[in-house]
């Protein structure tokens, strides 16, 4: 049977009238979507009427994403969402790798092997001298670089793509100061590490607000975990042991996992009000059991495919409008989102 407009707009899932302008390379479609119609077309076995409408609409780019390794769960996700837009992108080749979160001179090196192999390259890392000089390297070859997640100072990036931390932070000492009703009361913080700049700028928001609103909440410890469960299971009971008046938890990073299984180990889950963020599979089960109070979240999914969209662009010399940071939400028990 021969095949349609109709058939072609079923399997890329756009209008026949996108089909049309795209077949007849008429103008009014994005690339993406341009390289979405042939791919369909192709597959279903509709052969273009010219060469020229045959000829691929752009060049495929090879793109690097480079991630820290490690149990983070956020960090897990954002890399399967990645892949799942690699598929979803035949004019990208996407490579994945994972280095070493909290060791700025292996991502140094990482960044330095991509030099003359890269066409665009987004990371998330510290904040770090060797990091910002091995950024500053690969830009100067050539290369587009964009941080993720946690944005890096005075570096030619083309953009950065995540959430505003300082607003992030902001939203977790408001919500524990309303959660807390309290005149004076203890609170902790927890962090990967305040190297990673949007650490360092959650708890800068934090404190702002606590500052501005809710004077009688003192800060007693604030305890770098490197984003590991164990080490913030660890610190936690030892905390928790410490300061038996203890009234509230921020987390800034992972380790979210550890820290409930201290308050649960010392029955404290529901006398310590805990905020942390990302809504992961477990956060998701410690929100409805009642040991987290509230989860601040961000979209991974939104964030790859604007990350790949954009570091297309930068490599093929498009015009690449930074765009606003990512929307930042918060989770309580009552309005946990369907997977």
């Given at each position: 049977?021969r095949?349609?407009l109709?058939?072609?707009?079923r399997?890329?899932?756009?209008?026949?009238?996108?089909?049309?302008?795209?077949?007849?390379?008429?103008?009014?479609?994005?690339?993406?979507?341009?390289?979405?119609?042939?791919?369909?077309a192709?597959?279903?076995?509709y052969?273009?009427?010219?060469?020229?409408?045959?000829?691929?609409?752009?060049?495929?780019?090879?793109?690097?994403?480079?991630?820290?390794?490690?149990?983070?769960?956020f960090?897990?996700?954002?890399?399967?969402?990645?892949?799942?837009?690699?598929v979803?992108?035949?004019?990208?080749?996407?490579?994945?790798?994972s280095?070493?979160?909290?060791?700025?001179?292996?991502?140094a090196?990482?960044?330095?092997?991509?030099?003359?192999?890269?066409?665009?390259?987004?990371?998330?890392?510290?904040?770090?001298?060797?990091?910002?000089?091995a950024?500053?390297?690969?830009?100067d070859?050539?290369?587009?670089v964009?941080?993720?997640v946690?944005?890096?100072?005075?570096?030619?990036?083309?953009?950065y793509?995540?959430?505003?931390?300082?607003?992030?932070?902001?939203?977790?000492?408001?919500?524990?100061g309303?959660?807390?009703?309290?005149?004076?009361?203890?609170?902790?913080?927890f962090?990967?590490?305040?190297?990673?700049?949007?650490?360092?700028?959650?708890?800068?928001?934090?404190?702002?607000?606590?500052?501005e609103?809710?004077?009688?909440?003192?800060?007693?410890?604030?305890?770098?975990?490197?984003?590991?469960?164990e080490?913030?299971?660890?610190?936690?009971?030892?905390?928790?042991?410490?300061?038996?008046?203890?009234?509230?938890?921020?987390?800034?990073?992972a380790g979210?996992?550890?820290?409930?299984?201290?308050?649960?180990?010392?029955?404290r889950?529901?006398?310590?009000?805990?905020?942390?963020?990302?809504?992961?599979?477990?956060?998701?089960?410690?929100?409805?059991?009642g040991?987290?109070?509230?989860?601040?979240?961000?979209?991974?999914?939104?964030?790859?495919?604007?990350?790949?969209?954009?570091?297309?662009?930068?490599?093929?010399?498009?015009?690449?409008?930074?765009?606003?940071?990512?929307?930042?939400?918060?989770?309580?028990?009552e309005?946990?989102?369907?997977v």
């Open positions: 049977m095949t349609t109709v058939d072609i707009a399997v890329a899932g756009v209008s026949t009238a996108t089909v049309d302008r795209v077949l007849n390379q008429r103008d009014g479609v994005r690339e993406r979507t341009r390289a979405q119609v042939l791919t369909a192709a597959s279903l076995g052969v273009l009427e010219t060469a020229e409408a045959a000829r691929p609409p752009v060049d495929i780019v090879d793109l690097d994403i480079v991630l820290p390794g490690g149990t983070n769960t960090i897990n996700n954002l890399a399967a969402r990645f892949a799942d837009t690699a979803a992108r035949p004019d990208v080749n996407l490579r994945l790798h280095i070493e979160g909290f060791e700025p001179v292996l991502l090196e990482k960044l330095e092997a991509l030099r003359g192999k890269s066409q665009g390259v987004a990371l998330i890392g510290l904040d770090h001298p060797v990091v910002r000089e950024i500053r390297a690969l830009a070859s050539g290369v587009p964009m941080t993720l946690s944005d890096i100072s005075h570096v030619p990036r083309v953009g793509v995540g959430i505003d931390n300082r607003a992030a932070g902001r939203l977790a000492g408001y919500l524990l309303r959660f807390l009703k309290a005149e004076t009361a203890k609170v902790a913080l962090a990967g590490s305040l190297s990673y700049r949007g650490h360092e700028e959650r708890e800068m928001g934090f404190r702002h607000m606590l500052s609103d809710y004077p009688g909440l003192s800060i007693v410890e604030l305890r770098e975990i490197r984003d590991d469960s080490r913030a299971y660890q610190e936690a009971a030892a905390l928790l042991a410490r300061h038996p008046d203890l009234a509230g938890i921020y987390n800034i990073g979210n996992r550890g820290i409930a299984r201290a308050l649960q180990e010392a029955r889950e529901k006398s310590v009000v805990f905020i942390g963020h990302e809504l992961t599979e477990h956060t998701r089960r410690f929100l409805i059991s040991v987290m109070d509230a989860a601040i979240d961000q979209n991974p999914r939104v964030e790859a495919r604007e990350a790949v969209d954009r570091l297309a662009r930068a490599a093929r010399g498009e015009a690449n409008p930074t765009g606003p940071a990512t929307r930042l939400q918060a989770i309580f028990k309005n946990i989102p369907e």
